[in-house]
């Protein structure tokens, strides 16, 4: 059994407080943008795609910078700007007198808040390759642990009014903050850093260095197009249960609280052992393989019973970013776990900038009155193509894929 490093439990917590922040406003931001946009279910579902793209597109062009100053000046400083980011972000939510702070509040985010980069790469400097994927489906236990207690919370909270929610939220990131100047140690020692370079701190420097690692570039590509797909849910889920099935907020929370609860009990009991048994390779072509078959099965879904239903099988779906983050950190050098992580990010980021730009315009399309049918499930359809292009490449990088899995 392998022996739990102090920091990687403070790693566990911060991801599952940040997870639970997260999760508490899911069921409330449409009600939000609603009230800021004065606009009904089909316009708030496109406002929401334009405040998930104003994230992504500026994640997509300082993650490679954060990563690389991680590997230069040590992972403690770069995870606190983080946490900080964050709680500001909630806050200004809850606080907002109009559209225009809810992106500023993106934005923000977009540049420094993504903790999980810092995270992973401070995991990749204390455990070693072989015992990397258990470690990471752990964080997905975490943040799975974190979408059942935070929609639950926020569907609650969101009964004595929508922006109730976003203060918890804000209030737990700085609590989060707060103990991380105490808690929060330095994982990168002296003599495995590097010097900064924004040469390489751009995602097209560091895409172009990463294309000296063989086998690395397909696994990215997947991991780009898996997060393109998997995003669907995220962004589309509150939109579409609200528009599809009439639910409350409460009931949105539930249903999220359900997936997350599989989610915890996957990465915790099924992924280790299925990757110590089989590998990351297959762990995440079979993840791939049942995000496809729910997202096909949630687009004809016709009520809550057959919605519920679908939600047992999509848990296994989150084998596939340990597995694939697994892989990218045995192919990167002790130095270079920072930039590895960036590279991440950027391809997580550009699915990000994608997503929004794909999923909620179509379902805003296909909810309004242009539509020539309506059709609830359409991006579901949309994203089940994406998955499936996924699924292509890694099974066609075949053997390169396998080389960089256990």
Known sequence: MMSIHPQIRFLLFTLLVNAIGFGIIVPVTPDLVMELGHADAS?????GGLLALSYAVFQFFFGPVMGNLSDSIGRRPVLLVSLASLAID???MAFAPSLFWLFVARILTGIAGASNAPAQSAIAD???????????????????IGFVIGPALGGVLGEFGHRVPFFAAGILAAINFVWGIWACKETLTPEARRAFSWKRANPFGALKNARAIPGILPIVAVYFLWQLASLVYPLIWPYFSKAAYGWSPGMIGLSLAQIGIGMALVNLFV??????????????????????TGFLAYSVAPNTAWA??????????SMVHPALTAMMTRAAAADAQGEMQGIASSAMALGSVLA????????????????PFRFDGAPMVAATLVAMLALVILVTAGRQARGLSK
């Open 126 to 144: 204390l455990v070693k390759p072989d015992e990397r994927a258990r470690v990471f489906a752990m964080l997905g236990a975490a943040f799975g």
């Open 271 to 292: 992924t280790p052992k299925f990757v110590a048994r089989h590998g990351e390779y297959k762990a995440a072509l079979i993840g791939i393989g049942f995000g496809m």
């Open 43 to 47: 316009g708030a579902s496109a406002i």
């Open 308 to 317: 519920l239903a679908i939600g047992c099988l999509m848990p296994f779906q």
């Open 90 to 92: 909630f806050l200004v």
């Open 356 to 371: 929004p730009m794909i999923f909620n315009p179509v379902h805003a399309y296909f909810i309004s009155s242009r539509a």
